[in-house]
């Protein structure tokens, strides 16, 4: 993988056609060291970034249901 590389970005198999769903560019994780998230219903909005450590920290609260907002 090179730095310029594109995001190549996928929903969860999990998400319904009900339009509330985030995409994550994980191909971006191991060359520029993060994961963008955006809406998909607004695909050229903004998106948020995490390293890849910040996204997988949150990913398993969400999945063992300990995430707590701040």
Avoid: H, Q
């Avoid at 509330?20 to 060291?33: K, P």
């Amino acid at each position: 993988m090179t730095s310029t590389e594109s995001p190549r970005w996928f929903k969860s198999s999990y998400s319904e056609n009900g339009g509330a769903c985030v995409e994550i560019a994980a191909n971006l994780a191991a060359s520029r060291n993060v994961v963008p998230v955006r809406d998909s219903k607004d695909t050229d909005g903004p998106t948020l970034s995490f390293t890849p450590s910040a996204w997988t920290s949150f990913v398993a609260e969400v999945k063992s249901d300990t995430f707590t907002a701040v």
